[in-house]
């Protein structure tokens, strides 16, 4: 079926809207990072960088690691934002843009977030990495989408809201896993995770500054909520889509944060950038990895 131009918009030079990449430009490897200031510090790490391009908070290089091809690329912050870039990357690994058409045979990309993040348990220590084996998203983005109940894990979903006293006002919150083999190659060197996605910094994690919360005391509620042995361990604002869309697609998608901030003790360090060099390095590393 042909895809309309309204639906895809494609410009003048190839490239897909808002990310301003072309097809050919894309590599089967994406490394994404919410501030586009962080996509040069990634960029170092590349050889042979084949171009630089920049477009509102979407910026991307793509390069070599280790020989493997990389892209990274910025997304801005939320889930609103990831949104556009996962429908567009899907778009090109998966849609000819000269017919308009899907593709037959569909390229499965391997996508991985490099965040910071702020921890909701005591015995996660700053400077921590916490892979997200399943995102919780409370931005209601993933129920615009049929299917969302295909890929979502309903029965945590329901212990969790009876758990919190989910306010009805809220967009019904999903419980997404991450893609296997992403989770797998991060087993051995992370905190493993069940992270809110946030759909803002303030009241959607916790932070009361002028304005009272709809539901009030929701960071212990968090923090308490066990299912088995599984437990919300961070807030982050990305992930959540990243998984459920990826799940929906059909990519390898992941998400894994630094520790800069502990909610329980109220802790957090200034200096964090030299925690997420370091997590940059153990992604790249285990991204391309075979």
């Known amino acids: 079926m042909r895809i309309a131009e309204s639906e895809l918009i494609i410009n003048d030079d190839g490239s897909v809207f808002h990310l301003h990449l072309r097809p050919e430009e894309l590599a089967d490897n994406v490394i994404l990072v919410g501030d586009p200031g962080r996509v040069d510090m990634v960029a170092e790490y590349l050889q042979d960088k084949e171009f630089r391009h920049a477009s509102r908070e979407f910026v991307s290089v793509t390069g070599r690691y280790a020989g493997t091809r990389v892209t990274v690329l910025s997304t801005g912050i939320g889930t609103d934002n990831i949104d556009i870039v996962m429908n567009e990357l899907d778009a090109l690994a998966n849609i000819d843009f000269a017919t308009r058409e899907a593709r037959p045979v569909k390229k499965r990309l391997n996508i991985l977030r490099i965040g910071t993040s702020g921890a909701i348990q005591p015995d996660i220590p700053i400077g921590s990495f916490v892979f997200s084996h399943i995102s919780v998203g409370c931005d209601?983005?993933?129920?615009?989408?049929?299917?969302?109940?295909?890929?979502?894990?309903?029965e945590i979903e329901e212990a969790f809201k009876k758990h919190v006293g989910w306010d009805s006002h809220l967009p019904?919150?999903?419980?997404?896993?991450?893609?296997?083999?992403?989770?797998?190659?991060f087993d051995d060197c992370t905190v493993s995770g069940m992270t809110i996605s946030a759909p803002g910094f303030y009241g959607p994690q916790g932070r009361v500054l002028r304005m009272p919360l709809a539901m009030p005391g929701m960071l212990e509620k968090f923090e308490s909520f066990r299912f088995g042995d599984l437990r919300i361990t961070n807030f982050e604002m990305e992930g959540s889509a990243i998984a459920g869309i990826a799940a929906h697609l059909g990519h390898n998608a992941g998400t894994v944060c630094a520790i800069i901030a502990n909610r329980y003790d109220k802790n957090s360090t200034p200096d964090y950038k030299p925690i997420v060099r370091s997590l940059v390095e153990l992604g790249l590393d285990r991204l391309t990895r075979a």
Do not use: C, S, T
């Not at 209601?140 to 309903?154: F, K, S, T």
């Not at 019904?172 to 190659?185: H, L, N, Q, T, W």
């Open 140 to 154: 209601g983005l993933l129920n615009w989408y049929a299917g969302r109940d295909a890929i979502a894990l309903p």
């Open 172 to 185: 019904a919150p999903y419980f997404v896993r991450a893609g296997e083999d992403m989770a797998r190659r």
